[in-house]
């Protein structure tokens, strides 16, 4: 069973950044696709970034340029840089791994969750 824990969430003004880390064990870290979600009050969780294996990345459009995701297969981790932050970005962001699929933004896809951590960024 894979275990995700994420960190580095936090309260951030806006045009600030902030890091996220996810810590995996449990698994074979480096055959998984690893994304990044978010989700906001009263919304449903939407994808954020995604890195294969190998280290293609896949951005939704409003993070890209501003954020980028990497991974450290040696350490089972991956981040998320988050740059030029708005209040918008304000979400519980959650860290989850696809053993099976190519890079994808679809939820479905995925097969395992970190519980998730708070992203705040104020005017």
């Known amino acids: 069973q894979v275990q995700l824990v994420e960190s580095g969430g936090g309260l951030v003004q806006a045009g600030g950044s902030l890091r996220l880390s996810c810590a995996a064990s449990?698994?074979?870290?480096?055959?998984?696709?690893m994304g990044w979600f978010r989700q906001a009050p009263g919304k449903e969780r939407e994808f954020v970034a995604a890195i294969s294996r190998y280290g293609g990345t896949y951005y939704t459009a409003s993070v890209k340029g501003r954020f980028t995701i990497s991974r450290d297969n040696a350490k089972n981790t991956v981040a998320l840089q988050m740059n030029s932050l708005k209040p918008e970005d304000t979400a519980v962001y959650y860290c989850?791994?696809?053993?099976?699929?190519?890079?994808?933004?679809?939820?479905?896809?995925?097969?395992?969750w970190g519980q998730g951590t708070q992203v705040t960024v104020s005017s």
């Open positions: 449990g698994g074979t870290f480096n055959t998984y696709v």
């Open positions: 989850a791994a696809d053993e099976t699929s190519g890079l994808t933004d679809s939820r479905a896809y995925y097969d395992y």
